[in-house]
């Protein structure tokens, strides 16, 4: 089967073996479909078109003919005014047809993948906190056993660094924009108390975990990142490093369009560190797309 995440930032595609489990193809693209919803509350023509053209080369390099395929799309598709039309347009060209998921539902799936994950790696933490920080919106998913209670906040990497532009700026109001995180995290903690561990997935996280892992964005390889621990001083040196790079090797290191991006998801990355009280974190690749491919294969097998 085909599971397709359009998220904020991101196009990523995954085709995937329900009977062996096996990633067996992949496909990723920065589309900027957030592109100035900040400012107009619509997914403008030229995001539109950066979709369907990736779809499109998706569509060139993986044969979406035989398989089942089980779109989804998140924050930004949500928040547009235009939203039926430009899934309307991008179904028209593509074939495509998406479904705009609720936060509580991404955040439900992304969990599903990280599970999955971690226990391949055999990690047994009986509590985890997982963030999952997007191009729009940023989930906490916090897991106590068999309880999971998960959140959404419409507050992502493209929306800020929109909304308040320089790194400056977003440094000083990330705790008043993140205020309800740190009450929803406090009244939890309160009640539930604090779980064990901290896990990441996601764009920025997994950026800095391939620039501690000496990958760029040509030569990434998720095999090596799933499992990486980072610390938050290291948040620290390598945007340091990213900022001291010449824009060209920024553009290699991180992608094309993507260095202030994850320059301004380092800063709310490292707020959470502190708002969730850890020095260090545990990286996973595999995120929202993986789960619906995992639970689409489920629903198939039954």
Partial sequence: MIAIDLGSNTLRVLEYEC??????????????TADGLAQYGLINDEAVKRVISGIQEAQEQID???SVVRAVTTEAVRRAENSEEVL????????VHFDIISGEEEARLTLLAVKHRLSVLQDTSESFVLIDIGGGSTELIFHYGDETISKSFPLGIVTIAQTHETLENIDKVLPEEMAEMQRFCNHLYEKKGKVNTFVATAGTPTTVAAMKLGQNYE???ASKINGISLEIDELDFYLKKLLSMPFEK???AVGTGRSDLIAAGILIYKQLFTLLGFGSCIVIDDGLREGVA???CGHETH
Avoid: C, L, P
């Avoid at 489990?21 to 992949?26: D, H, K, L, P, S």
């Avoid at 309307?88 to 074939?95: A, D, L, S, V």
């Fill in 219 to 221: 030569t990434y390889d």
């Fill in 88 to 95: 309307f347009q991008i179904q028209k060209e593509t074939g």
């Fill in 19 to 32: 009977s062996t489990g096996r990633q067996i193809a992949e496909f990723e693209k920065i589309v900027k």
């Fill in 64 to 66: 979406f003919s035989s």
């Fill in 294 to 296: 995992i639970e689409a």
């Fill in 250 to 252: 920024r553009e290699i």
